[in-house]
């Protein structure tokens, strides 16, 4: 891939500096320099080892060979890359989405699907008032409007969310929170929730929930948290996992039984053991739930986990444990969204999960929307951040398994734990918090 990547680069660069094609085209160009640029950008960033990125880099092969002197099939070759850019996922890959959009509703003002992959970039970038522009243009020129009803509810959804922004800076005084706020509605969805909530944090922290204007403030932060849940773009991911917010997986634990199996040893060798009282008690539960380090090759078949979380932290490699062990949703708390995207993108393991949570499940203790605790830190156990998510969603029962041992929590999660604890039994390692 590398010398096949560095060729394209080069003839790219040869035909754009000669303009060969330029004469037959018109639009070649200026598509030649655009790709150009991107695929120099991408040298720049490092091995080229996503299966979307060497789409991407594919379809630009495709698209400057359709720049040549009658060729044939320019501008479909514009949509797919385009499309392949979106997918490969990154401000960088929409800013050159929107370039290939824009050159494309340039050759045909009439081309729906050249106006929704203009209005997709735009919506990636966080630019959601000339996204809707883009969507409407779009609409228009679709002749059936039950096949576009996924762009009519986008174009409300941005609408609602900059309504969110707008109401929120209503209720604070002019300053510098106000205007952060209102400069939110134009940065990428999950930047802006962030921002949000960090004004929402520090508001919080400076006049107390028994403020009312702070309590109207964390719920307009709430509606807005809902929207993103309920109809965004999705963040690209590998393998066809799908992604799911906090609504999601509250019908996955709701009314249901939960258990959280501790990873020491003793729990595991016991849970192997042929017809072993505590392996048969996991197997009862509706719901498994295991953190961290899942088994690796070499042990017997793997146990069962029906939900796995991890942490990633920054003495962690970002190999991290059990990204390959199957799991039927897997969840990942980290606080640095950039970070986070960067971990999910490079290492989650096509099949090993069917669900992933998404980006408003990734800090839960201290996010307004869910848990919102401050002073937990960043050494706080992964147990113990998926047992206060699990604790917040309303599990109809929900039990820790070995997690009275030693190790397994740190003091002060521990002390949580005791003193909501309903019924403790050294026999099975079981506690019940409800």
């Not at 522009?133 to 609409?139: G, K, S, V």
């Amino acid at each position: 891939m590398g010398q096949t990547f560095t060729g394209l680069l080069k003839a790219v660069r040869t035909r754009t500096a000669t303009g060969g094609p330029g004469h037959q085209v018109p639009a070649a160009p200026a598509v030649l320099r655009l790709c150009g640029d991107h695929l120099a950008a991408l040298a720049a960033s490092g091995p080229m080892d996503d299966a979307r990125k060497n789409r991407l880099v594919a379809s630009i092969g495709t698209l400057t060979t359709a720049c040549s002197p009658g060729a044939d099939g320019l501008f479909d070759a514009l949509l797919r890359t385009g499309q392949h850019a979106l997918e490969a996922g990154g401000e960088d890959q929409a800013r050159f989405a929107l370039g290939i959009a824009v050159e494309a509703t340039g050759m045909r003002d009439r081309s729906k699907g050249a106006w929704r992959l203009r209005g997709r970039a735009l919506d990636a970038l966080g630019r959601s008032e000339e996204a809707v522009q883009a969507y409407e243009r779009h609409l228009t020129l679709q002749q059936e409007p039950s096949s576009s009803q996924d762009i009519a509810r986008r174009i409300a959804t941005l609408r609602d969310l900059r309504r969110c922004l707008d109401d929120a800076a209503g209720l604070l005084p002019e300053g510098e929170d106000a205007a952060r706020l209102r400069a939110l509605r134009d940065v990428p969805a999950a930047e802006a929730g962030a921002g949000f909530a960090d004004v929402v944090r520090q508001r919080t922290a400076g006049r107390g929930m028994a403020d009312p204007a702070v309590r109207k403030l964390a719920g307009a932060y709430a509606a807005h948290r809902r929207l993103l849940d309920r109809d965004r773009m999705a963040d690209p991911l590998l393998g066809g996992t799908e992604p799911i917010g906090v609504p999601a997986l509250r019908r996955l634990v709701e009314g249901r039984t939960v258990c959280l199996v501790a990873g020491a040893p003793r729990v595991l060798e016991e849970e192997r053991t042929a017809g072993s009282p505590l392996g048969k008690l996991i197997d009862g539960y509706d719901l498994v739930v295991r953190c961290d380090t899942l088994p690796t090759g070499g042990d017997p078949a793997p146990v069962r986990t029906d939900l796995h979380a991890l942490t990633l932290r920054g003495d962690t490699p970002w190999t991290g444990p059990g990204w390959g062990r199957r799991a039927g949703t897997r969840l990942v708390f980290g606080d640095r969204l950039t970070d986070w995207r960067r971990a999910l993108r490079a290492r989650l393991v096509a099949d090993a999960q069917d669900h992933i949570g998404d980006a408003s499940l990734r800090r839960p203790l201290s996010d307004p929307a869910l848990i919102g605790e401050d002073g937990w830190g960043t050494r706080t156990t992964t147990a113990f951040t998926v047992l206060r998510l699990l604790d917040f969603l309303d599990a109809d029962r929900l039990d820790l398994i070995g997690f009275g041992l030693p190790g397994q929590l740190l003091p002060r999660e521990h002390a949580w734990v005791t003193a909501r604890a309903t019924h403790e039994d050294e026999t099975d390692l079981r506690t019940q918090l409800r």
